[in-house]
């Protein structure tokens, strides 16, 4: 597993654990937010590799 992917389950069992949208607003948005962020670091990469396998088919 990747790192990103690491610190996305974790940020998920908080959010299930901790974030209630109702009583706990700020842990619900902080968790969800993380969540979403590292989704986009996780497309980031995919769209990295792709790059960089197209990049060797040109050489």
Do not use: C, W
Request: glycine fraction near 4%; charged fraction near 25%.
């Amino acid at each position: 597993m990747s790192a990103a992917s690491d610190a996305k389950r974790m940020f998920v069992e908080n959010l299930n654990a901790f974030g209630d949208q109702k009583t706990q607003p700020e842990k619900y948005n902080l968790y969800l937010g993380l969540i979403y962020l590292v989704a986009s670091v996780e497309q980031i990469q995919q769209d990295l590799e792709q790059i960089k396998q197209q990049l060797e088919k040109r050489h």
